[in-house]
């Protein structure tokens, strides 16, 4: 148990629907992110959030869309996917984004998201 | 361009050993690095970390070595047991970027 939860674990989704992945964190922690891990990729940084305004978006394309409603929790709301897409969404959190060095971030189990 | 470096993709280990895992670096302005290790199913977990102001850290079994001036670091697992097979992700941030890490090195520990 990290502190930071995912739902759903799974999910299979044709390229027509809309869904959303849930994270919440129960650390306290001031700062959210949500992260891609594609088979022999490195961890893909998608979204940074700061107390609730993002901060970062590594140039993700506009069928991913982020929201957080408050420091404790993250959506990530998914539409018109691609079967490229097939991949494990990390959600995690971190003390502060207000200096990078000396943050560790803990992260959720992960949502495996399979587009069909 | 890829700023860490996992050269090993995978790496076997006799139980009772040391693990050796590599990482590389390639920019200068980092000045923190951590390990976090990944089960199957499971997201990456917490191992170690090291300020660029120390050359060692040391938590049980786990060491971290930094060697700046090579942009280098080591995870050391001493001894390796069957528990500790997975996979090893190196990360490092500075400032003012976020964690980025490598593509990880997948250990297996033979009992």
């Known amino acids: 148990e990290t502190g930071v939860t995912q739902t759903p674990r799974h999910l299979v989704m044709g390229m027509t629907n809309k869904k959303s992945l849930k994270c919440e964190q129960h650390?306290?922690?001031?700062?959210m992110y949500w992260y891609k891990q594609s088979a022999k990729k490195p961890l893909e940084l998608m979204f940074v959030y700061s107390l609730e305004e993002r901060v970062e978006n590594n140039s993700v394309p506009s069928r991913f869309s982020p929201e957080c409603p408050n420091s404790s929790h993250l959506f990530l709301h998914l539409h018109t996917l691609q079967p490229e897409d097939s991949a494990l969404y990390l959600c995690a959190s971190s003390p502060s984004t207000l200096t990078y060095s000396g943050n560790t971030i803990y992260f959720g189990e992960g949502s495996w998201l399979t587009v069909v | 361009d890829q700023q860490v470096k996992q050269n090993s993709p995978s790496l076997s280990v006799q139980e009772g050993r040391i693990s050796i895992l590599n990482c590389d670096y390639t920019n200068s302005m980092f000045d923190y690095f951590l390990w976090y290790k990944k089960y199957p199913a499971e997201g990456p977990t917490f191992l170690i970390s090291?300020?660029?102001?120390?050359d060692k850290n040391e938590d049980g079994r786990f060491t971290v070595f930094l060697n700046k001036s090579a942009k280098h670091l080591s995870l050391h697992i001493v001894p390796s047991q069957p528990g500790d097979s997975a996979v090893y992700f190196c990360?490092?941030?500075?400032?003012?970027?976020?964690?980025?890490f490598g593509k990880g090195t997948r250990l297996s520990v033979i009992a």
């Open positions: 990360a490092a941030s500075s400032g003012n970027t976020p964690l980025v």
């Open positions: 650390l306290g922690h001031n700062a």
């Open positions: 090291i300020s660029s102001i120390k």
